[in-house]
């Protein structure tokens, strides 16, 4: 057999190609890190205590969401709060010229990005080592806390005084400048509001890289702005957080309904007035035979039997879920307080489950579920939520078409439903919420089946969302997201309505090169290029 030969010039002609190719690349390479070798070699001439790593930075691409992954230029693990100001007032005198910008990461719980910075530097709070948390006791008793701190060791630690912050998130492994900066809502809200209404006093590191401590006397336009202000006027260092008497032991109780409207009216006579029970929130069972196994998290009725043998014939039940706070001296009294307030209910006489537990137990029971979900190969999968905050004028329109119709068949994770009162929140921080004096938390706690493209697929869960969002749209319900995300402008400013004047001010004033936390893309850092 015979071959064509290839002739000498057009292997020249090739070789010279491959060259040109390879010196091109190189010569790229080399400008690219001529253009920018300034940005790294500054932040490692910072005086800091802590230290950047600017390799080991793919942890920083990925939060709980598991949607998104922007690559940062540098992770700082900061042991002082001046780590921090050192390095946000550097990028700060860097100017427009500078593209970089700042993320605070606490425990990376965020779902779709917030705490990432493409190119940018994310601070990892968890690093941070500020004075050692500090419990004081007294008629008014409060904890000095660092922003990178997890509530589950709040908890513990107070517990030992006797004492507890009043309000909760449901899951407690989230740092306390992650949920301030946010709101952090759980079953106490009803009594005590989210935890943004049970600080005191905050230390914040502004956009400009100083170091401001404020209150509702002093500095109060940056204490409110920042809570709830989803970290776009400051990174939170420290909290002075409100506590409480800590209780030793909870009744945990949940009832069903087969009728919304009954269980919303039970729910909001719970929450008005001075309820017997310290904690309450709801959920929604769709299309599930079984009980015990479809609970939430770790309720383990005190009556199994009956528990197992209760069949929802695939209806869509709505669970009642309270929680009394109790020491063991008191267990009598507690026992009539809570027969007294069952017997007012509306629910199925034949399901009152009981559970009785440690307060500490009850409130980690997330976490049980946590370790069970991890086991399985179940928790780092992507989590599309959807929360909402829907006013109770418009609640029954929107149960009537999401619960009979969007999502009648099936859901992939759980629906929490239950009412606050406005009257606990303070409309001074930058949280948004509807008019009404009670509004309903609805939150779709979804996990898609990776690569999955059926009903537990991403993908039809998002246009699931989708439509929920749509229908509350079109149907002028008044919703609200809870943890917002929206891809442009116009929607943010859809969104803040008449408070977005009040919050682009406020940016100008705290960050007005819009350094910090660029993942919630409300604002753009503007970036001036030389010619």
């Avoid at 197992?308 to 309270?322: A, M, P, V």
């Avoid at 009979?404 to 606990?424: A, E, F, Q, R």
Wanted: charged share 20%; aromatic share 12%.
């Amino acid at each position: 057999m015979r071959y064509t030969p290839v002739s000498f010039p057009r292997q020249k002609n090739m070789l010279f190609l491959r060259s040109f190719i390879i010196l091109f690349l190189s010569c790229l390479t080399i400008e690219i890190n001529l253009c920018f070798p300034s940005i790294p070699s500054s932040l490692k001439s910072l005086s800091i205590d802590g230290h950047f790593h600017f390799e080991q930075v793919h942890h920083a691409a990925k939060d709980f969401g598991n949607r998104y992954s922007f690559l940062p230029l540098a992770v700082l693990h900061p042991k002082s709060v001046s780590d921090i100001a050192t390095t946000v007032k550097h990028i700060w005198r860097m100017g427009p010229r500078s593209e970089l910008t700042v993320a605070a990461r606490g425990h990376g719980h965020s779902l779709q990005g917030q705490a990432q910075s493409h190119r940018g530097v994310v601070i990892n709070m968890e690093s941070l080592q500020g004075p050692k948390m500090q419990v004081y006791t007294g008629s008014f008793p409060y904890v000095d806390v660092s922003g990178g701190e997890l509530w589950i060791d709040i908890l513990h630690e107070s517990l030992k005084y006797g004492l507890a912050p009043k309000s909760w998130t449901d899951y407690l492994h989230l740092t306390v400048g992650g949920t301030l900066s946010n709101a952090g809502i759980s079953g106490q809200a009803f009594r005590h509001g989210p935890q943004i209404s049970n600080v005191h006093q905050l230390e914040v590191v502004t956009g400009k890289g100083e170091v401001v401590n404020c209150s509702e006397k002093q500095n109060s336009d940056l204490f409110y702005s920042v809570l709830g202000g989803l970290g776009q006027f400051g990174i939170i260092t420290r909290a002075r957080i409100s506590l409480e008497p800590a209780p030793e032991m909870v009744k945990w109780i949940r009832v069903l309904y087969t009728d919304f409207a009954t269980f919303a009216t039970d729910q909001e006579k719970l929450i008005s007035g001075e309820s017997t029970f310290d904690y309450i929130e709801g959920f929604v069972i769709i299309n599930r035979t079984g009980l015990l196994n479809n609970w939430r998290s770790s309720f383990n009725p005190q009556d199994p039997v009956q528990a197992s043998q209760f069949k929802s014939d695939g209806r869509t039940l709505f669970c009642l879920e309270l929680a009394k706070y109790f020491n063991p001296e008191e267990m009598a009294l507690v026992n009539q307080e809570i027969e007294s307030s069952l017997s007012q209910l509306n629910h199925i006489p034949s399901t009152l489950f009981l559970s009785e537990v440690p307060y500490i137990e009850f409130l980690d029971r997330v976490h049980i579920s946590e370790i069970k979900l991890r086991s399985k190969g179940l928790w780092e999968v992507p989590h599309p939520w959807l929360n909402l905050l829907i006013p109770r004028s418009t609640i029954d329109s929107f149960a009537q078409q999401v619960f009979g119709n969007i999502l009648k068949d099936t859901s992939n994770g759980p629906i929490l439903i239950y009412p606050v009162n406005k009257s606990k929140w303070d409309n001074r921080t930058s949280v948004v919420i509807p008019e009404e004096d009670v509004f309903y938390l609805v939150a779709f706690l979804s996990s898609a089946v990776p690569s999955s493209t059926g009903s537990d697929g991403l993908d039809h869960i998002l246009i699931q969302n989708k439509r929920i969002l749509e229908f509350c749209e079109m149907a002028r319900l008044g919703a609200k997201q809870y943890l917002p995300y929206y891809s442009t402008q116009l929607e943010w400013q859809s969104h803040f309505g008449p408070q977005w004047e009040v919050f682009v001010q406020r940016k100008s004033t705290y960050d007005p090169l819009a350094i910090l936390a660029p993942g919630q893309r409300i604002f753009q850092k503007a970036i001036a290029y030389s010619s």
